[in-house]
């Protein structure tokens, strides 16, 4: 965005909501450096000798962290030729000095907590490469399994302490309609951005008939997990390789729920009626089979991780629900009903039936989508279609419910247009937020730098940084 860029501010690693841990993938490239005198391209042809570059507080930065960071962004796709050595050292200097204040600020992170994220980061490495430990500890140059051990054990706890420190320092920050109208009157004309094409779409989704047949095979798979995790096996690894939840599978099926929790309500009535250290019986939701873990109770919170199987539907089911949305598509094309009301009469899909089959974006959560941020699959059914026009069944694959039969509608387009306070609010909103934490941040991290024992050694001392980490 236009006016984004103009304000100066900085790229941080920073959602909406909160941030989560710092992963090897995820590369912030900030402007913490005014300039980057050398670009990790220039370093490569050296023979340079490894020593502590930087210590922020109780934590130092190794010149190979450097190029460990630099390698783990090449490895995700990342033009590294643009990222100067100064400007990584920058991001590592950011995450150590966060770290450091939450050890002051007593954010309690249990040894036997992160000793639990290892062990389960270690069983999935090693399911996953079909490797050996010997190999993993080849792998990260370590001469000892009890060296790398030391070594993951130390990042992922200052990846706990960075997430829990940051998520305090923006959790709070809130922004009044006062203050989201100031931002927008703030930016100048000639640089409001262009908000692109958008549409409002509706949509009807019928769900294939599951057997029983189907039902009990997958009701047997989840028995025999259980039996495996009893003999041993890790359920953070079952639920990462086999695991059909798309928001959790990643992170081993863990959830924090509470009564409050937007969940289903089967889902959370299992999870509730369980004690630390059970696993429940597979039980079914709309979403396919389930199986859950407990693993704390925290007075209201309950910390779990759990499994889903979504079972396959066969050829004759398929074929039935073809039939039935056909039938459901030619009674809105003849009039007989509107497609509103179909959608609130026949749709399977619960959280779309209710309001006429309108789909609201999961980002913005209103009913606006920017066609050129549409999935390829959904930018396919709707390109075309005029407003009011209903498509053509058709067959989708959904990442849990497997193969489904949908309708489609464009019930409104928006051309593009320059931002406008009234139309586009929530994203300016969003904006404003966005930039509120990001001064927040850089607030916070301005008052605790002059708190903190900070030192830069040798040819780093040279970057220009915007944060003042040499105190000059």
Request: charged share 30%; net charge negative.
């Amino acid at each position: 965005m236009k006016f984004l860029s103009s304000r100066n501010l900085a790229v941080v690693l920073l959602t909406l909501g909160s941030l989560g841990l710092a992963k090897a993938q995820d590369v912030v490239v900030t402007d913490t450096v005014k300039k980057a005198p050398e670009t990790s391209k220039n370093f490569k042809g050296r023979m340079k000798v490894d020593g502590i570059i930087a210590t922020v507080g109780d934590y130092i930065i190794l010149d190979s962290d450097i190029d460990k960071n630099l390698l783990e962004a090449e490895a995700s796709g990342n033009d590294i030729s643009k990222i100067s050595r100064c400007q990584m050292l920058g991001k590592l200097l950011e995450e150590r000095l966060y770290a450091h204040q939450a050890k002051q600020d007593s954010v309690i992170v249990s040894d036997a907590e992160i000793n639990g994220m290892m062990e389960e980061k270690i069983d999935i490495m090693l399911e996953q490469s079909r490797g050996s430990m010997d190999d993993l500890v080849k792998f990260y140059k370590k001469n000892s399994e009890e060296e790398f051990r030391r070594y993951f054990f130390d990042i992922l706890k200052m990846n706990k302490l960075t997430s829990a420190m940051t998520n305090s320092i923006i959790e709070k920050v809130e922004i009044t309609p006062e203050e989201v109208r100031n931002f927008f009157v703030n930016i100048p004309k000639e640089e409001l951005p262009i908000v692109s094409d958008e549409v409002e779409i509706s949509q009807i989704v019928i769900y294939p008939k599951i057997t029983q047949v189907e039902k009990q095979k997958i009701i047997d798979k989840l028995n025999e997990f259980k039996s495996d995790i009893a003999a041993g096996s890790s359920f953070y690894s079952k639920a990462v390789l086999y695991s059909q939840d798309p928001g959790s599978k990643s992170n081993g099926g863990y959830m924090k729920v509470n009564r409050k929790s937007p969940l289903v309500k089967e889902f959370k009535e299992v999870a509730f009626s369980l004690d630390e250290g059970q696993i429940s019986e597979p039980f079914e939701t709309e979403y396919g089979f389930h199986i859950i873990y407990i693993e704390k109770i925290k007075g209201q919170d309950v910390e779990l991780r759990h499994i889903l199987i979504a079972p396959k539907v066969s050829e004759e089911s398929l074929k039935e629900a073809k039939d039935e949305i056909t039938l459901i598509r030619k009674k809105i094309v003849d009039g007989e009903i509107s497609f509103a009301d179909a959608a609130r009469s026949s749709s399977d899909e619960k959280e779309t039936r209710a309001n006429g089959g309108t789909l609201l974006n999961p980002k913005s959560l209103d009913s606006k989508f920017d066609m050129t941020k549409l999935d390829a699959v959904l930018y396919g059914q709707v390109s075309n279609l005029k407003t009011g026009e209903v498509s053509l069944p058709f067959l989708e694959e959904d990442r849990v419910k497997g193969k489904i039969y949908k309708l489609m509608m464009v019930t409104n387009r928006i051309p593009s247009h320059p931002v406008d306070y009234s139309q586009d609010y929530l994203k300016i909103k969003e904006f404003a937020l966005s930039d509120k934490r990001i001064k927040e941040i850089a607030k916070w991290s301005k008052e605790k730098i002059k708190d903190t024992y900070v030192k830069i050694n040798g040819e780093y001392r040279d970057c220009d940084f915007v944060n003042n980490w040499l105190k000059k």
